[in-house]
Nanobody, 124 residues
């Protein structure tokens, strides 16, 4: 089992940047595929980015490709989401999630563990 806590959210102007962090507790962090999801008011939770267990593989939603970068440091039980060129439509609660699957998955039901989320608000 793993516990996840996100940090780094906040209010930023359009075009700005934020770096989200997700700290995991537990001894087997490197055994999890990690993902970032987001949920805006009135919308379903959507996949943003995912990273393989080793960090060598990544996957992104089309809406964030070229602007967001996911990374992880297994020695520090942490996964990051660097968000650049932010747009008002990026406004959402961002969630970190851990999956026991062997490949990066884009469906929320493939992720067994979730953090409480962190709010990101992008003003125009």
């Amino acid at each position: 089992q793993v516990q996840l806590v996100e940090s780094g959210g906040g209010l930023v102007q359009a075009g700005g940047s934020l770096r989200l962090s997700c700290a995991a507790s537990g001894r087997t962090f490197s055994g999890y595929v990690m993902g970032w999801f987001r949920q805006a008011p009135g919308k379903e939770r959507e996949f943003v980015a995912g990273i393989s267990r080793s960090g060598s593989g990544t996957d992104y939603a089309d809406s964030v490709k070229g602007r967001f970068t996911i990374s992880r440091v297994n020695a520090k039980n942490t996964v990051f989401l660097q968000m650049n060129s932010l747009k008002p439509e990026d406004t959402a609660v961002y969630y970190c999630a851990a999956s026991l699957t062997s490949t990066i998955m884009e469906k929320s039901y493939d992720y067994a563990y979730w953090g409480p989320g962190t709010q990101v608000t992008v003003s125009s």
